[in-house]
């Protein structure tokens, strides 16, 4: 956690050196520290909005803070390794914790392993910051990256989805044992067709005897979801 902390604030650092950066959209402005003006309606908007809540195809509930359904959004969520800064993770933690069911909020959260950036990745920071918020963690990382896909979710046909195993593709780090059968919540970046959270699912209760009871994502896909699926 000390570690997670000195390494955002040493990027933080960087980027004051680099000229200020809107860290949202990543325009000139005044202070690296602030959303610019238009970042900060956004942000102000978003958290007004109702959280996307749906039913994943495999029955796992998901609640997202975001939605895939303009340009900002868009190209937020792209910018994986520029969201880890403090600012950023901060206020989008922030909106993941309001998109969580209050009956989600006392169960402890794991999450998907993503790609590392400087060390640093999205969704643990995102996990980091929410347990600070109050949501209790697993005591540590219970999924691991087995393989990498040679080609990205979004890249593959519908067909080569299904047939793609998740639990090929991730692994749990710890054996089953007394204590781990528990009920527990996701946390996801990014869900198109929650595959992966449903994979991670059924893996965490196959291997650990976990109840997962719901997926949280920052952001939900369901337009790039249904145009791959007529593809
Ligand atoms: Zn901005």
Do not use: N
Not at 5 to 30: K, V
Not at 116 to 145: D, I, K, M, S, Y
């Amino acid at each position: 956690m000390a570690r997670f902390t000195h390494c955002l604030e040493r990027m933080d650092w960087i980027a004051s050196l680099l000229g200020a950066l809107c860290p949202f959209c990543r325009r000139r402005t005044g202070d690296t520290r602030l959303a610019c003006d238009d970042c900060a309606l956004r942000l102000a908007l978003l958290e007004r909005r109702p959280p996307e809540a749906v039913a994943l195809d495999g029955g796992l509930e998901l609640r997202a803070a975001l939605a895939y359904d303009d340009e900002w959004t868009r190209s937020l969520v792209l910018r994986q390794k520029h969201l880890v800064t403090p600012v950023v993770i901060r206020r989008l933690a922030r909106l993941i914790r309001r998109a969580t069911p209050p009956e989600w909020r006392t169960l402890r959260m794991a999450w998907v392993p993503g790609r590392v950036f400087a060390g640093l990745h999205l969704t643990e920071a995102l996990a980091l910051e929410l347990a600070r918020l109050g949501q209790p963690l697993v005591e540590r990382q219970v999924l691991a990256r087995r393989l990498w896909p040679r080609k990205p979710q979004k890249a593959l046909s519908e067909r080569e989805r299904r047939s793609r195993d998740m639990r090929k593709l991730y692994g749990v780090t710890r054996r089953s044992g007394k204590g781990s059968e528990e009920s527990l919540v996701l946390l996801d970046d990014v869900v198109t067709t929650g595959a992966t959270v449903e994979g991670c699912s059924d893996l965490l209760a196959e291997k650990l005897g976990a109840d997962v009871v719901g997926a949280l994502a920052l952001a939900y896909s369901p337009r790039r979801a249904r145009a791959d699926a007529k593809s």
